[in-house]
């Protein structure tokens, strides 16, 4: 099962001059490295459940998530 | 959970402008917001899937650490008035290190509680999500009222006030929002934010620049002198203009402080003081 945790900052890979090309928020964009440690995905997406939803699929163990405020 | 980031991502734009924050949160809030992007945090006790995740912190560490850095400590991320012993505690030892405490908060609180609080409190930044109450019950379970009166009742007290509202599309009724705060005070600076679709309002679309851009037109229209867009808007949306000469006298990048041009509070091209905690 997935759990989250809560981090301080995450890169952001969507701007906000995109925002006007993608009304409805279907913008995913995804980064993938490999890492001393195994394979990291980062991920920017408008609507969070969805970038969670790909993540999911993928297995990950943990997902590190921003908090709004 | 304890973070450290700038004063900016409460968001606070006229209270100490690029201070080191110490962010503190615990699970729960007293609303059940339907867009609430923190449900994880903020919805424990509610929902299966917001697990009680928080650990004891030692006060006296975290004024120490926010001391350290030459900050503040925040409560923020889900609701502080649920604890405000905590607010207390670190008021107390904070005020002998010379560290500020500031909210993010619902707003909905009682007058007692306000008043218990308020005198700890150098700065709250408040959610107001609407002014008509069956929307605001709607979409975070409680009435406005209190949130509207918590804001004038803050200010009473001389803490520092800040607004944002979610400017939710074909929802929000921004307008409205804007002259019932301008009723209050036009030195409340409102912070529109941009909605994400979350939670349970996944079918929503996200708001649009152009929207962001009517509604902050809307709230200079009301009177108020200082309207925020964080980062839809670019970095004129995030600047301070002098409210009376239009001099840009605090520039901000996204989330952190740029240059604060104000000398004592003042304007340095007309001299005018600009309202807030500088």
């Known amino acids: 099962m997935t759990s989250f945790r809560f981090v301080e900052s995450l890169p952001d890979l969507i701007q906000p001059d995109e925002y006007d090309a993608h009304p409805d928020g279907r913008l995913v964009r995804i980064h993938i490295s490999v890492t001393d440690d195994g394979v990291e995905i980062l991920g920017d997406a408008f609507r969070p459940e969805v970038l969670e939803e790909i993540l999911g699929r993928l297995d990950a163990g943990e997902i590190e998530q921003m908090l709004c405020g | ?278």
């Open chain 2, 1 to 278: 959970m304890a973070h450290v980031d700038p004063v900016e991502r409460k968001p606070f734009f006229h209270y100490r402008p690029g201070t080191p924050t110490v962010t503190l949160a615990a699970p729960g809030c007293s609303f059940r917001c339907h867009y609430c992007v923190n449900h994880r945090m903020s919805q424990y006790g509610r929902d299966q899937e917001s697990p009680w995740t928080a650990h004891p912190v030692d006060t006296g560490d975290i004024v120490a650490q926010a001391s350290a850095l030459g900050g503040c400590v925040a409560l923020s991320y889900t609701e502080p008035s649920l604890a405000p012993e905590m607010t207390l505690d670190l008021a107390r030892q904070g005020k002998e290190a010379g560290v500020d405490v500031v909210w993010k908060s619902n707003g909905f609180l009682t007058r007692a509680a306000i008043d218990l609080c308020a005198p700890a409190l150098a700065a709250v930044n408040i959610d107001l999500k609407s002014v008509n109450e069956v929307s605001h019950r709607r979409f975070t379970g409680g009435s406005a009222r209190p949130v509207i009166d918590a804001i004038r009742a803050f200010r009473e007290h001389g803490t520092w006030v800040e607004v944002s509202t979610p400017l939710i599309p074909n929802v929000t009724d921004a307008e409205r929002i804007a002259q019932v705060l301008a009723e209050i005070s036009t030195d409340i600076p409102w912070h529109l934010v941009r909605f994400t679709p979350a939670y349970r309002m996944r079918g929503q679309d996200p708001t649009s620049p152009s929207a962001l851009a009517a509604a902050a037109d809307l709230g200079r229209a009301a009177g108020l002198k200082y309207v925020y867009v964080e980062r839809a808007l670019g970095e004129a949306g995030r600047t301070t203009r002098c409210p009376s000469c239009d001099f840009p006298v605090v520039r901000r990048k996204v989330w952190s402080l740029d240059e604060n041009r104000l000398v004592a509070g003042r304007c340095p091209d007309c001299g005018i003081l600009v309202e807030g905690r500088w």
